[in-house]
């Protein structure tokens, strides 16, 4: 069965090249081939060199090596490269379970971490942050959503959309359920490297546990999403044997371009992310301030990590908000119907340097919708 649509993505699909100033996207800012080849001297002569021909199926070696410099334990074997984190995601609920299974996903989440798992007849039960707990999420709680079919726990680390991050100790605690009742532990980490204080950051799941499988991508942490580059890795020999299988049914291998230039992205990721943690750091100071002027009209808990928050409107429906925004300022938000979570919230995107911009239209439009409502 055809999963059901990606109301995320259509929703980009419609607005992310048309709307005039964009508020709610979750990659950070992104920059040119050209930008990205001034970090090596030579970097344009391999990429005038690169091979057209097929790539190798799990990725090429010297990027697998590059990718496993980012974990502990994980070598260049253990990793997959795929196209984009979408795919992986897809790929691994398609492979690894069956009708009839079970799996525990966070919520609100991304779309596809139970929509793929859904139209496979796989039963979905919903782990659901708690906003009142600055979107932490209650770990005495899996005990009770776990069944014997259960086969699969899936985590988003930092999340989207709220930006929560769990602590050392909360995070120990899902690994400890995950290993006690032998489940997989699919663990979103694309957006793992943008914590904001970086003693956040946590291990990667496929470091700590032998059935994680922690899922990366250059589109987030590095702000290239153009180059479509997204991997697993992971200690289990099944994971990796299945998934290269089912691969051969989706894009066989990467593109070659990519490949390099992802190869070359990963050797300067400390440049990188300082580059985008810096855009975000000074976003949050700009929003901190916003949130404090509008507290009678919006409610945020600010993340400690990644690109994204989940902004609470106190009145009013998000889907209404978010099109009346658009139509008369041109700046888009995105409201939580699209993330399957009622209509009281938006998702807010702040690793962009047009923030500033955008920001100061969303705020003169509340200050006059404030003044148009009590006159
Ligand atoms: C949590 C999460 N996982 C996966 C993806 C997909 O990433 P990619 O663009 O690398 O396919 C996204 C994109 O928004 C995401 O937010």
Redesign the pocket.
């Known amino acids: 069965m055809q999963p059901t649509p990606f109301k995320l993505e259509r929703y980009f699909a419609q607005h992310e090249f048309t709307a005039r100033h964009l508020l709610c996207s979750?990659?950070p800012e992104s920059m040119s081939v050209g930008e990205l080849l001034e970090f090596e001297p030579d970097a344009l002569d391999g990429l005038r060199d690169t091979w057209l021909g097929y790539t190798e199926y799990p990725g090429a070696p010297a990027l697998r090596r590059e990718l496993a410099s980012l974990y502990d334990s994980v070598s260049a074997d253990q990793i997959i490269v795929h196209t984009?984190?979408?795919?992986a995601?897809y790929s691994f609920m398609r492979s690894m379970l069956a009708p009839g299974d079970h799996v525990i996903v966070q919520m609100p989440g991304?779309q596809?971490h139970y929509s793929v798992a859904e139209a496979s007849g796989v039963r979905v039960s919903a782990w659901m942050a708690r906003e009142t707990h600055g979107w932490a999420l209650d770990i005495d709680a899996l005990e009770t959503l776990v069944t014997p079919a259960t086969r699969a726990l899936v985590i988003?680390a930092p999340h989207?959309p709220t930006g929560y991050l769990p602590s050392r100790e909360a995070f120990e605690q899902i690994v400890d359920f995950a290993r006690r009742h032998q489940l997989w532990l699919f663990s979103?980490e694309?957006?793992r490297g943008l914590e904001h204080d970086p003693a956040d950051r946590l291990p990667a799941a496929c470091d700590v546990y032998e059935r994680a499988v922690s899922?990366g991508?250059l589109?987030?942490t590095h702000g290239l999403?153009g180059l479509?580059l997204?991997w697993v890795a992971t200690h289990s020999a099944e994971v990796l044997e299945r998934m290269s299988t089912f691969k051969d049914y989706l894009t066989i291998s990467n593109s070659a371009p990519s490949e390099y230039l992802a190869t070359l992205a990963v050797r300067h990721s400390g440049a990188l992310l300082a580059r985008n943690l810096e855009i975000v750091r000074a976003n949050l100071r700009l929003l901190d301030d916003f949130f404090l002027r509008h507290a009678q009209r919006v409610e945020w808990q600010r993340p400690r990590a990644g690109t994204i928050g989940f902004v609470r409107l106190k009145q009013g429906a998000a889907t209404r908000f978010c099109s009346e925004l658009l139509e008369r300022t041109g700046v888009l938000l995105l409201p939580s119907t699209l993330i399957d979570h009622g209509d009281a919230h938006v998702r807010l995107g702040f690793g962009r340097r047009n923030l500033p911009e955008a920001l100061a239209i969303l705020d003169a439009y509340l200050d006059a919708t404030v003044t148009s409502t009590a006159s």
């Open positions: 979750s990659d984009g984190a979408q795919e995601i991304y596809s988003c989207n979103d694309v957006y899922l991508a589109s987030k999403a479509r997204g």
